[in-house]
T-cell receptor, first 114, second 115 residues
Framework: EADIYQTPRYLVIGTGKKITLECSQT?????MYWYQQDPGMELHLIHY???????EKGDLSSESTVSRIRTEHFPLTLESARPSHTSQYLC?????????????FGPGTRLTVL | AQTVTQSQPEMSVQEAETVTLSCTYD???????LFWYKQPPSRQMILVIR??????QNATENRFSVNFQKAAKSFSLKISDSQLGDAAMYFC????????????FGTGTRLTIIP
């Protein structure tokens, strides 16, 4: 399996709490992504980064924020969790360069907001 | 905007038989990549196969092959000699060839293998 990790794997939290979902990869990849996936549904890109200090919003609007201070680390933060944020969040990474490369996915964090 | 459509929410196949999963896409680009990803239950999503649009030859990876019809914007996945470990959600995905790898996914097909 790919060297990309996400913690926690499962999180149940109350409304209004601040949460941070961790994502790290040991492959030295420049490009990293966050996807949101509802059960049985497709993945939607919510954030991406092409390198340190580079972050962009994805195609699906999200109230979450991300940061990229280190190449290997791409955390996602929700300042005030709401039930509408309940979903699975997948992190992915790929090597940089001009060639389109395979994305490697983490195991996901399943978030439930009560 | 690019769209990817998978019209089969669920498919099933007998073990050792062959199954084909359908995918169509819409794009105005001529240079792009198509992928099939596999998401087993409670496990990480992994790449099954990829196809570069400029290549006329269909990609093949062991028991997995694609039928890429560029004019029809169709990209089906054939799994031969199906095995129990093939049971998963299969997602078709598209990206333009501009090096940013922003993937657009289809809604997925859940494949069940019948022993």
């Amino acid at each position: 399996e790919a060297d990309i990790y996400q913690t926690p794997r499962y999180l149940v939290i109350g409304t209004g709490k601040k949460i941070t979902l961790e994502c790290s990869q040991t492959m030295g990849h420049d490009k990293m992504y966050w996807y949101q996936q509802d059960p049985g549904m497709e993945l939607h890109l919510i954030h991406y980064s092409y390198g340190v200090n580079s972050t962009e919003k994805g195609d699906l609007s999200s109230e979450s924020t991300v940061s990229r201070i280190r190449t290997e680390h791409f955390p996602l933060t929700l300042e005030s969790a709401r039930p509408s944020h309940t979903s699975q969040y997948l992190c992915a990474s790929t090597a940089g360069g001009m060639v389109v490369n395979e994305q490697f996915f983490g195991p996901g964090t399943r978030l439930t907001v009560l | 905007a690019q769209t990817v459509t998978q019209s089969q929410p669920e498919m099933s196949v007998q073990e050792a038989e062959t199954v084909t999963l359908s995918c169509t896409y819409d794009t105005s680009e001529s240079d792009y990549y198509l992928f099939w990803y596999k998401q087993p239950p409670s496990r990480q999503m992994i790449l099954v196969i990829r196809q570069e649009a400029y290549k006329q030859q269909n990609a093949t990876e062991n028991r997995f092959s694609v039928n890429f019809q560029k004019a029809a914007k169709s990209f089906s996945l054939k799994i031969s000699d199906s095995q129990l470990g093939d049971a998963a959600m299969y997602f078709c995905a598209y990206t333009r060839n501009f090096g940013n790898e922003k993937l657009t996914f289809g809604t997925g097909t859940r494949l069940t293998i019948i022993p």
